[in-house]
Every structure is written in structure tokens, then in C-alpha cells.
């Protein structure tokens, strides 16, 4: 088990300059994320969660509200710190990909626009692809040993 967690969770060995560049991408995305997105939905979530759309069809907005509060609040923070990495991204995939293919309709421009949504995704996958970095918490944890 602990070797399958490494080979997903060590993150490649990169040059200082792509670690510290993981690094910046990481906690810009997922500050920006929590305060911008998360947070809102986290402090204003009895108030939200009546009228928060059921996107995905799971039977109620409070639900689907909570899988976002995880993805935004939660996934965001590990992303932030670089712990358990591509586990967060792959749940922001699925959170932004939602938010754009269903809620935006895949619209670039205009009234129900998803940009925003479409460039978290195009980060987040990036991120899921790369890793984490050498400067994460999942570098720490989660050693590559030998070659």
C-alpha cells in the first residue's frame, strides 16, 4: 500500500525553478480559491444551501453545496499545503468540471459565462498531472526511495 501511495503521491524530481513555479501556482489557486469561492459558501452555508442548485441531480442543494464547501474549502487547503495533492486536484476536476460543462453550459463569454471556471480546470489538471512539487507537504510524507 505504502509503495502504491508513493508512486501517486511523491511528487517528480524538477529543477529548483519548476519546484518553486509548483509552489506559487499551488498556493496562489488554492488561497485565491478558499477566500474568493470557499469561504463564502462555507460561513454562508444555511442560507445558501435551500437555494443552491441541484447540478448533478443528487436530490437536494444542500448536498451538492457540500461536495463544493469540500472541494473549495478542503481540497483547496490541501492543495495549498501540497498535501495529498492529486487526491485534491482530481476533486477540483470534478467540482470545476461541473461547474463549467453543466452550470456554465461550456460558455466562454456572455451572461452565464464559465471562464473562470474553465481556467481553474486547465490549472487543476495541469496540477494533477505535474504533482505537487518538492516543496510540499506530500514531498515530506511520501519520499520516492531509489529510482
Not at 457540500?66 to 495533492?85: D, K, Q, R
Not at 495541469?126 to 510524507?141: E, K, T, V, Y
Given at each position: 500500500?505504502?509503495?502504491?501511495?508513493?508512486?501517486?503521491?511523491?511528487?517528480?524530481?524538477?529543477?529548483?525553478?519548476?519546484?518553486?513555479?509548483?509552489?506559487?501556482?499551488?498556493?496562489?489557486?488554492?488561497?485565491?480559491?478558499?477566500?474568493?469561492?470557499?469561504?463564502?459558501?462555507?460561513?454562508?452555508?444555511?442560507?445558501?444551501?435551500?437555494?443552491?442548485?441541484?447540478?448533478?441531480?443528487?436530490?437536494?442543494?444542500?448536498?451538492?453545496?457540500?461536495?463544493?464547501?469540500?472541494?473549495?474549502?478542503?481540497?483547496?487547503?490541501?492543495?495549498?499545503?501540497?498535501?495529498?495533492?492529486?487526491?485534491?486536484?482530481f476533486v477540483l476536476i470534478i467540482n470545476f468540471s461541473v461547474a463549467f460543462f453543466v452550470h456554465h453550459k461550456m460558455a466562454l463569454?456572455?451572461?452565464?459565462?464559465?471562464?473562470?471556471?474553465f481556467i481553474y480546470l486547465a490549472v487543476v489538471v495541469s496540477l494533477l498531472i505535474a504533482g505537487p512539487g518538492r516543496i510540499s507537504?506530500?514531498?515530506?510524507?511520501?519520499?520516492?526511495?531509489?529510482?
Amino acid at each position: 500500500m505504502k509503495a502504491i501511495c508513493n508512486r501517486i503521491f511523491a511528487p517528480a524530481s524538477n529543477s529548483v525553478t519548476a519546484n518553486i513555479a509548483l509552489l506559487v501556482l499551488r498556493v496562489w489557486l488554492g488561497v485565491t480559491l478558499f477566500a474568493n469561492h470557499g469561504l463564502s459558501k462555507l460561513t454562508g452555508f444555511s442560507k445558501m444551501s435551500p437555494f443552491f442548485a441541484d447540478t448533478i441531480h443528487l436530490g437536494n442543494g444542500p448536498l451538492t453545496l457540500g461536495l463544493v464547501v469540500f472541494a473549495e474549502v478542503g481540497c483547496a487547503t490541501l492543495l495549498t499545503l501540497g498535501l495529498l495533492s492529486r487526491f485534491a486536484a482530481f476533486v477540483l476536476i470534478i467540482n470545476f468540471s461541473v461547474a463549467f460543462f453543466v452550470h456554465h453550459k461550456m460558455a466562454l463569454s456572455g451572461a452565464n459565462s464559465g471562464e473562470l471556471a474553465f481556467i481553474y480546470l486547465a490549472v487543476v489538471v495541469s496540477l494533477l498531472i505535474a504533482g505537487p512539487g518538492r516543496i510540499s507537504a506530500d514531498a515530506m510524507i511520501f519520499k520516492k526511495t531509489g529510482k
